[in-house]
C-alpha cells in the first residue's frame, strides 16, 4: 500500500514552486512551501516514500534521519487531512521528473516541511453545503463520498 | 386556458438532466402567463436574452444586470428560460431529503458531461443549464422565496458556469478602475473588498463589482461587469450615508446587509469592462491611512481561488488554473485599506497610474 494524492475530493495547483491545495468537501485550503511542496510534487508523481527521502536528501542540506522522520510526518498529516488516501497501485515505472535545483547545483538549505492550513471557508461549507448527487442512480441519491 | 401538466419526480432518471421535460414545463409555464418578457444583455462580446414567462420574476431578478448593455434583437448566445410555480401553476418537484440531515443551505449539484443542474431546496430554486443547446432553466416555487443572494446576483450559478465556456470566468472579487485599467481586490469575507469598492464611488474611479466580476485570462487579462449590486454592512451604513439616502427604509437592513444598485444610484459609476492591472489583497488593519505592499503571486492566489471555487459549485481546477495565469500576468498586493474611505480611491488611483505608466 502507499498514499496517493485524494484526487476525487482536492484540487491542487503548484506555483511559483509553492502548491495551493482546496478540500472540496472540507472547505479547508492549504498552501505547501519549500520541501512541503517538493514532497507533494513526488508523492503526486507516485514517488514511493523512501525514494521521496532519497530525493529530497539530493536537494537539501539535511541528515537522511531528519529527512526521513519528516517525510513520515507530513505524510501523516496529509493523510490526517484527507489529501492523501492509501492504494494499492504500483507505483508508475516512469521516472519523476526531478525537482528544481539551483544553478550551481549547491544543496539548498533545509528548512523542515509544514503545512499552513486555511479554514475560514469551513463555515460557508458548513452553511451552504455542496452534495454532489449521484450520476446514474439521480436524485436524491448521493454520491458515496458525499 | 389549460391546465398545465404537473412535473411528475420520476426517481428512475436522474433529475436535472432531463432537458426535454425542463423545456414543457417551461411551454406550460409561459401559456400560463401568457407572454414572455424578455432582456437581453451584452457582456463583453457575448450576448445573452433572458426570457420571464410573465412579469412577476422580472423587477427582482433584473436589477443587478440592468446596467449591461441593452442587445434587444441580437442573437443570442445564450438563453436562460424563468418562471415561478406559483404564478403559473407549475408543480415544483416533490424533495425527497436523503438521509443525512443537510445543515444551512444546501446546494445539490448533479453534473453530466453537457449539462447539469443544481437544487437549493431551502430557496426553492432548481438551475438546469444544457450546455449542448447553450440554454438554461430556472424554476423558483414563489417570488417570496428569492433569496437576497439571488436578487445581488441572479442567476449565478447558471450564468457563472455558462461563461467559463466561453473564457469568461466568475471570481469573487471587487474590482474598480477606469476604462484604460482596474484592479480586483480579493480577499476573504469582512477583508474590505466591498467597503473599498463602494468607498470608490463618487471619485473618478469607476464600479464593477462589490463581490462578483468576471475575468478574462489572456496576454491582457480583462475584467468584466455583471453585478451592479452592492451590499453594505450595517456597521457601515453611517459611512456611507450618501449611498443609503436613496434606498427606501424598508429595505434597509440593521442586522443584514443593506442591498443597493450602483446602476439606480449613479449609472455614471458603472464600469463596464477594463484591463486588469493588478491584484490586490485587501485586509483592515485599522489605520487611518491606506497602504500597499507587495504580495507574491501564491498569497494573491491564496485569497481568490478558495472562495471563488466554494461559491460556484462544479468551477473546480479551472479556476485555479485561471488564477494562477491572473497572478502571473499582473502584479500582485496587499492592499490595506484605510479608516479614512477617502484615502482608499486615491491610493489606488496612484497605483493605476503608476502601472500605467510605460517602462524606462
Not at chain 1, 472547505?27 to 505547501?32: K, R, V
Not at chain 2, 453611517?238 to 443593506?258: G, M, Q, W, Y
Request: aromatic share 6%; with cysteine.
Amino acid at each position: 500500500m502507499r498514499l496517493v494524492v485524494n484526487r476525487s475530493n482536492i484540487l491542487h495547483q503548484m506555483i511559483g514552486g509553492e502548491t495551493v491545495i482546496v478540500n472540496l468537501t472540507t472547505g479547508t485550503y492549504y498552501s505547501l512551501r519549500y520541501s512541503c511542496a517538493d514532497i507533494w510534487s513526488l508523492i503526486e508523481q507516485g514517488v514511493q516514500r523512501n525514494l521521496i527521502v532519497q530525493t529530497l536528501g539530493e536537494r537539501y542540506e539535511a541528515s537522511a534521519e531528519s529527512l526521513d522522520q519528516d517525510v513520515t510526518r507530513i505524510l501523516e498529516e496529509l493523510e490526517k487531512e484527507g489529501l492523501l488516501v492509501a492504494s494499492a497501485e504500483d507505483s508508475p515505472s516512469t521516472p519523476h521528473e526531478p525537482l528544481q535545483t539551483s544553478s550551481d547545483s549547491a544543496k539548498l538549505q533545509y528548512t523542515p516541511p509544514q503545512i499552513e492550513k486555511f479554514e475560514d471557508m469551513q463555515d460557508l461549507i458548513l452553511l451552504d453545503p455542496i452534495h454532489e448527487v449521484d450520476e446514474d442512480e439521480g436524485w436524491p441519491h448521493l454520491k458515496p463520498s458525499n | 386556458m389549460a391546465t398545465p401538466k404537473a412535473f411528475q419526480l420520476d426517481t428512475a432518471l436522474p433529475l436535472g438532466i432531463r432537458t426535454e421535460e425542463a423545456a414543457s414545463i417551461w411551454q406550460d409555464a409561459v401559456q400560463a402567463a401568457g407572454t414572455i418578457v424578455e432582456r437581453s444583455y451584452r457582456i463583453g462580446d457575448i450576448v445573452i436574452c433572458l426570457q420571464f414567462a410573465g412579469e412577476t420574476l422580472v423587477p427582482q431578478l433584473t436589477r443587478a444586470l440592468d446596467h449591461l448593455p441593452k442587445a434587444s434583437g441580437e442573437a443570442a448566445a445564450f438563453t436562460l428560460k424563468i418562471w415561478d410555480a406559483t404564478t403559473t401553476g407549475t408543480a415544483f418537484p416533490a424533495f425527497t431529503m436523503p438521509e443525512i440531515q443537510p445543515l444551512g443551505n444546501p446546494r445539490y449539484l448533479l453534473r453530466k458531461a453537457d449539462r447539469l443542474a443544481m437544487f437549493q431546496p431551502v430557496d426553492g430554486t432548481l438551475s438546469i443549464l444544457d450546455h449542448a443547446h447553450d440554454q438554461g432553466y430556472f424554476w423558483v416555487t414563489d417570488k417570496s422565496r428569492l433569496s437576497y443572494g439571488e436578487e445581488a446576483a441572479p442567476f449565478r450559478f447558471l450564468l457563472g458556469t455558462w461563461l467559463a465556456s466561453r473564457g469568461l470566468y466568475l471570481v469573487h472579487a471587487a474590482a474598480v478602475g477606469t476604462v484604460s485599467g482596474g484592479v480586483l481586490l480579493v480577499g476573504k469575507s469582512g477583508s474590505g473588498k466591498s467597503t473599498a469598492a463602494l468607498s470608490c464611488l463618487g471619485s473618478t474611479l469607476g464600479y464593477a463589482s462589490d463581490d462578483n466580476v468576471l475575468v478574462s485570462p489572456g496576454p491582457q487579462p480583462m475584467v468584466y461587469s455583471l453585478f451592479n449590486a452592492g451590499k453594505l454592512r450595517p456597521d457601515n451604513i453611517d459611512r456611507f450615508a450618501h449611498l443609503v439616502s436613496r434606498i427606501p427604509a424598508e429595505d434597509i437592513s440593521l442586522e443584514d446587509k443593506t442591498l443597493m444598485f450602483v446602476d439606480e444610484h449613479d449609472p455614471r459609476q458603472i464600469l463596464l469592462q477594463c484591463p486588469l492591472r493588478a491584484i490586490l489583497v485587501a485586509r483592515y488593519v485599522g489605520r487611518r491611512e491606506s497602504a500597499l505592499r507587495p504580495a507574491s503571486p501564491v498569497e494573491a492566489m491564496i485569497a481568490l481561488a478558495p472562495s471563488t471555487i466554494f461559491q460556484l459549485p462544479g468551477s473546480g481546477q479551472s479556476i485555479l488554473d485561471v488564477t494562477k495565469h491572473l497572478v502571473e500576468q499582473v502584479p500582485t498586493y496587499h492592499f490595506e485599506g484605510g479608516s479614512d474611505l477617502a484615502t482608499i480611491p486615491a491610493s489606488l488611483l496612484t497605483l493605476l497610474r503608476q502601472l500605467e505608466k510605460p517602462s524606462a
